[in-house]
């Protein structure tokens, strides 16, 4: 399984936007790249899901260079509610079990 | 659509009892379900893999015996702390992949379980 690398915290401010870069430099060819979002004793959430170039929701985008070897969650005026911990996974469609790395917490100021 | 809950929310419990915590998909069915414990401040580590009908696939260095899985529906699936212990105090939380899902990596959480043992 690709082990992803990404900051531990960051923290920004209202109306802001963010991004949080994640480093898969051991990417598979069938890997896909999925960011999920937790709140404190929340299960976390599914954000976006990409495999190339670019991915856009009504949350986020998601930007995957050429190698795929990161990728970048962008999440576009965060609000104080947006403070919470971010997780990069990376894992194939077949349906394996995902692997959480060490997650980014993200904290939105006034 | 692609509800999971989890109950109990919360559970506090004596040392040495043994604590069932359930997870079920509302509004789909998961033949595959995972397990996920959570320590304060850090990431979710899985515990084991649940298939419906069959026994878990446990992680290296979780005890198959301490950690009971039972999946025995497509909704369903259970996890039993037995002789639970003050270090078995986490957050435990359940994922299910929707059966059929041309997303072979698509899961949907609970939202967890708070165990704390005294």
């Known amino acids: 399984l690709a082990k992803t690398t990404q900051p531990i915290s960051m923290d920004s401010y209202e109306g802001q936007e963010v991004n949080i870069t994640c480093s898969h430099n051991?990417?598979?060819?069938?890997?896909?790249i999925t960011w999920y979002q937790q709140f404190p004793s929340q299960g976390p959430r599914f954000i976006i899901q990409?495999?190339?170039t670019k991915v856009t929701n009504e949350v986020a985008s998601l930007f995957i260079p050429a190698d795929r070897k990161s990728s970048t969650l962008s999440l576009p005026r965060v609000s104080l509610s947006d403070t919470a911990v971010y997780y990069c996974l990376v894992n194939n469609n077949a349906g394996n079990m995902l692997t959480f790395g060490g997650g980014t917490r993200l904290m939105v100021k006034p | 659509g692609a509800v999971v809950s989890q109950h109990p929310s919360w559970v506090i419990c004596k040392s040495g009892t043994s604590v069932k915590i359930e997870c079920r998909s509302l509004d789909f069915q998961a033949t595959t379900m995972f397990w996920y414990r959570q320590f304060p401040k850090q990431s979710l580590m899985l515990m084991a893999t649940s298939n419906e009908g069959s026994k878990a696939t446990y992680e290296q260095g979780v005890e198959k015996d301490k950690f009971l899985i039972n999946h025995a529906s497509l909704t369903l699936s259970t996890l039993t702390v037995t002789s639970a212990h003050p270090e078995d105090s986490s957050f435990y939380i359940c994922?299910?992949?929707?059966?059929?899902?041309?997303?072979?990596?698509?899961?949907?959480f609970g939202p967890g379980t708070r165990l704390t043992v005294l």
């Open positions: 994922s299910a992949r929707p059966y059929g899902s041309p997303k072979g990596n698509e899961q949907f």
């Open positions: 051991n990417i598979a060819t069938n890997d896909y």
């Open positions: 990409g495999y190339k």
